[in-house]
């Protein structure tokens, strides 16, 4: 993981979650919103570790970009992503 982390100043946004009964009515795209609006203020990079195969679409229409694939073993596979400021 260390191999993708960022070594400049960053904003490392660790968590989001919306309950499962009220997914897929854009309350996920305000919180991301709202942070990434922070960090393009302050000319910040954004940097997170997606832990599901579908968030990576979520992320990336909030325009971070895929920096590789971690997994040991058989574990899950995390999708390090990385947005620039804007």
Same mark, same amino acid.
């Not at 982390?5 to 009515?25: F, N, S, Y």
């Not at 997606?50 to 574990?75: C, M, N």
């Given at each position: ?40 203020? /302050? ?6 570790? &997606?832990? $599901?195969?579908?968030? @990576? *679409?979520?992320?990336? =229409?909030?325009?971070? /970009? ?6 040991? &073993?058989? $574990?899950?596979?995390? @999708? *390090?992503?990385?947005? =620039?400021?804007?």
């Amino acid at each position: 993981m260390e191999t993708y982390h960022p070594t400049e100043p960053h904003w490392h946004l660790p968590l989001i979650g919306v309950d499962p009964a009220m997914q897929g009515r854009g309350i996920g795209s305000v919180l991301q919103r709202h942070v990434l609006d922070i960090c393009d203020r /302050e000319e910040s990079l954004a940097y997170l570790e &997606a832990t $599901s195969a579908k968030s @990576v *679409p979520f992320y990336e =229409r909030h325009g971070f /970009e895929p920096l590789g694939s971690i997994q040991v &073993a058989d $574990s899950p596979t995390i @999708v *390090p992503m990385l947005r =620039r400021p804007r």
